[in-house]
C-alpha cells in the first residue's frame, strides 16, 4: 500500500514537476520500494502517452536524413576510439589499475560523504519547509496589503469628502464676510447721513418781522446753527439805532426762564446791518428769536421795547 | 497489460539494445516507429514545424548517445524518449522566450488538450490518418475534470513545479498536489483498461 503522499511526489516526478531538491529526495525513497518504483513507472508511461494528445504532424524526409546523417556521423566519431582501443591493449590495464586506487580512496571518503549527504538533506528538507511557510506568511502579507489598500481607497474618499466640504463652508465664510463688510460699509454710510441730517436739523432760519409802527416793513433773517452754537443775523429798513442806543439779540429757550443775550448790534442809515453773534449760554432748543432796542452796550435782561421777533 | 501493446513494447526494447550497440539500422527503424508522435508533441507546444524539427533532431541524437542508458524498468521506450523530447522543446521554448505564453495560453483554455486537437482546425485527412493510441488518449484526457487536467498540462507541457503551478492557478500547495495525483492516477486506471494503448 503506498500513501497517498507518496503517491503525490510519485505524480510530481513523473510528471518533472519537483524541483531538484524535492527529485533527489524522492529518489532516495525510490530506491527502497519496489511498489513505488512500479507506480512510477506506470505514471511515467502515462505522461508518455500524453504526447499522442497532440493533433498528428509528419515530420518531413529531409527531417529523417538529416537526422540519420548526424546519427551516422555519432557512429564514425564513435567508432575511432574503439580502433585505437585494439591498438592499445595494454590500455585497459593501466585504467583498471588507476580504478583500484582511486577506488580505494574514494572507499576512504565515502563514509565521510554519506554523512555529509545526509546533513544536506536534512538542511534541504528545512528549507523546503521554511520555504512553505514564508509562503504562507507572503500569501498571509498578500491579504493584508489587500486590506490596507481597500482601507486606504476609503479614507481617500473620506478625506476627499471633507476636502469639499470644507471649501464649501470656506466659500459660505467669505460670502458671509463679504455680505458683512457690504452690510457695515452700508451702516457707516447711513450713520453718516443721519449725522448730516441731524447737524441740517440743528440749523434753524428764521424769519424776524417788524414790531414797530412807523417801520412795519423791517425785517430781519436769522440763521443759527445749534451745534456750532453760533448764528448770523441780517437786517432790512430797521430804522439807524441813536447814539445812547443798541439792538440787542435774544434767543429763547426753555431750558432757561428768561431769554439768553445774543449781544448787542448797530444799524447804518441804509436800515441794514450783518451780526455774527455767538451767544455765551449754550442753546439746547431755540424756540424764538428776539430783537429789543436798548440803551448803548446792551442790558443783562431785555428792558427796552421788542423791535423784531420771530414767529 | 494487452498483449498488442507488450508486443509493441518488445519490438522497442529490441530496437533500442540494437541502438546502445550502435546499429544504425536499427536506429532508422526506431525513428520510424516513434518520429511521428515526438514530432506531434513538438510541433503542439513549441506552435511551429521550424523549431519542432530542430528539437526532434536534438531528441534523437539524443536518443542515440544516452540508448545504453536506458532502463526498461522505469520506462517504456516511448515514454523515456517522450521525456527527452520534451526537455528538448522546453529548451527551445526558453531560447525563444516562449514559455510564458504556453502558460498563458494553457489558463485561458477551457478546452482539453484531447479536445483542443480534435478541432475543427484539422483535416479529414489528419482525422482519419490519427492513430487508435492518439484517439485513445485523447479520449481519455478529455474525460478529466478540467481542474485536474490543466495543473497536468502546466506541469507537462509547461514544465512548472508544483510550486509554480499552484502559483499561477491561486491554490494551496495540497490541492495542486492532490490534483496531479488523481488527474495521473485516472490516466494510469484508463490506459490499462484500454485494448489499445
Known amino acids: 500500500m503506498i500513501s497517498h503522499e507518496l503517491q503525490e511526489q510519485a505524480a510530481l516526478y513523473a510528471l518533472g514537476a519537483l524541483d531538484a531538491h524535492g527529485a533527489a529526495e524522492f529518489e532516495r525513497t525510490l530506491q527502497a520500494n519496489r511498489d513505488l518504483q512500479q507506480l512510477v513507472r506506470e505514471l511515467r508511461d502515462s505522461v508518455g502517452a500524453m504526447a499522442y494528445a497532440a493533433a498528428p504532424a509528419v515530420p518531413s524526409s529531409e527531417l529523417r536524413e538529416r537526422v540519420l546523417e548526424k546519427v551516422a556521423a555519432e557512429a564514425r566519431r564513435r567508432q575511432l576510439p574503439r580502433e585505437h582501443k585494439q591498438a592499445l591493449t595494454w590500455l585497459p590495464w593501466a585504467i583498471a589499475a588507476c580504478l583500484v586506487a582511486a577506488c580505494c580512496a574514494l572507499l576512504v571518503n565515502r563514509a565521510q560523504l554519506k554523512q555529509t549527504a545526509v546533513a544536506l538533506g536534512r538542511r534541504a528538507a528545512a528549507a523546503s519547509a521554511e520555504r512553505d511557510q514564508a509562503e504562507k506568511a507572503a500569501a498571509e502579507n498578500r491579504q493584508r496589503a489587500e486590506a490596507a489598500q481597500s482601507q486606504i481607497v476609503q479614507l481617500r474618499a473620506e478625506r476627499d469628502a471633507l476636502t469639499a466640504k470644507i471649501s464649501q463652508v470656506e466659500e459660505q465664510n467669505n460670502s458671509a464676510r463679504i455680505e458683512a463688510a457690504k452690510l457695515t460699509a452700508d451702516r457707516n454710510a447711513l450713520q453718516d447721513r443721519l449725522a448730516a441730517l441731524e447737524r441740517n436739523a440743528s440749523v434753524v432760519v428764521a424769519t424776524l418781522n417788524s414790531k414797530l409802527r412807523e417801520a412795519p416793513e423791517a425785517f430781519a433773517t436769522l440763521v443759527w446753527d445749534g451745534e456750532k452754537q453760533q448764528g448770523v443775523l441780517r437786517t432790512n429798513d430797521v430804522p439807524a439805532t441813536a447814539g445812547n442806543q443798541d439792538y440787542q439779540l435774544w434767543i429763547a429757550d426753555p431750558r432757561y426762564k428768561d431769554p439768553v443775550n445774543g449781544g448787542v448790534f448797530s444799524v447804518g442809515k441804509n436800515g441794514k446791518a450783518e451780526y455774527v453773534f455767538k451767544p455765551k449760554q449754550r442753546i439746547t432748543s431755540a424756540t424764538a428769536f428776539l430783537v429789543s432796542l436798548e440803551r448803548k452796550g446792551g442790558v443783562t435782561k431785555a428792558e427796552g421795547p421788542i423791535v423784531l421777533a420771530s414767529k | 497489460m494487452p498483449n498488442y501493446q507488450e508486443s509493441q ?189
Open chain 2, 9 to 197: 513494447q518488445a519490438t522497442d526494447h529490441a530496437l533500442i539494445a540494437r541502438v546502445a550497440r550502435g546499429d544504425e539500422t536499427a536506429f532508422a527503424a526506431l525513428y520510424d516507429r516513434l518520429s511521428g508522435p515526438l514530432y506531434s508533441f513538438a510541433v503542439k507546444i513549441l506552435g511551429n514545424t521550424t523549431d519542432a524539427d530542430d528539437a526532434l533532431q536534438e531528441a534523437c541524437v539524443q536518443i542515440w548517445r544516452r540508448a545504453a542508458s536506458y532502463d526498461a524498468d522505469k520506462s517504456s521506450v516511448f515514454s523515456w524518449a517522450v521525456l527527452i523530447t520534451r526537455s528538448k522543446v522546453i529548451d527551445h521554448l526558453r531560447a525563444k522566450g516562449r514559455k510564458q505564453k504556453l502558460v498563458d495560453d494553457i489558463l485561458e483554455s477551457s478546452e482539453a488538450v484531447g479536445v483542443s486537437t480534435a478541432s475543427a482546425t484539422e483535416s479529414a485527412s489528419d482525422i482519419v490518418g490519427r492513430s487508435d493510441e492518439a484517439l485513445k488518449v485523447q479520449a481519455i484526457l478529455a474525460q478529466l475534470p478540467a481542474e485536474q487536467r490543466q495543473a497536468i498540462e502546466l506541469a507537462f507541457f509547461a514544465d512548472l513545479t508544483h510550486h509554480d503551478v499552484a502559483q499561477k492557478l491561486g491554490e494551496p500547495l495540497g490541492t495542486i498536489k492532490a490534483r496531479i495525483r488523481r488527474g495521473l492516477l485516472k490516466v494510469r486506471d484508463a490506459l490499462h483498461r484500454s485494448p489499445t494503448v
